[in-house]
């Protein structure tokens, strides 16, 4: 069976320079297991390392989205955070 890692890495693959945003990063794994470019984790309370993301916002995802200024271009994002619908939506 795939991890959802090796999901993300396939679909990254397909694009290069490739960028990953992961929101929830809480231990900072994904970033050691993601193959891509350009690497964004966003989490208001890390109880990791999260120094493999090339990009790291300690914050809610909603804070960090409302101060982003133009398009992040993202090719595959993990959305891994309050687990609700609506939060995701």
């Not at 320079?17 to 891509?36: M, N, Q, V």
Request: aromatic share 12%.
């Amino acid at each position: 069976m795939k991890s959802r890692w090796d999901v993300c890495n396939e679909r990254l693959w397909e694009f290069s320079p490739s960028r990953f945003l992961e929101i929830g990063t809480k231990s900072g794994r994904g970033g050691w297991l993601i193959e891509a470019d350009w690497r964004v984790g966003i989490d208001p309370h890390p109880a990791g390392d999260n120094s493999a993301y090339t990009s790291f916002y300690q914050g809610t995802s909603d804070d960090f989205f409302r101060e982003q200024k133009g398009n992040l271009d993202i090719h595959v994002a993990l959305v891994d955070g309050l687990h609700h619908a609506d939060q995701v939506l």
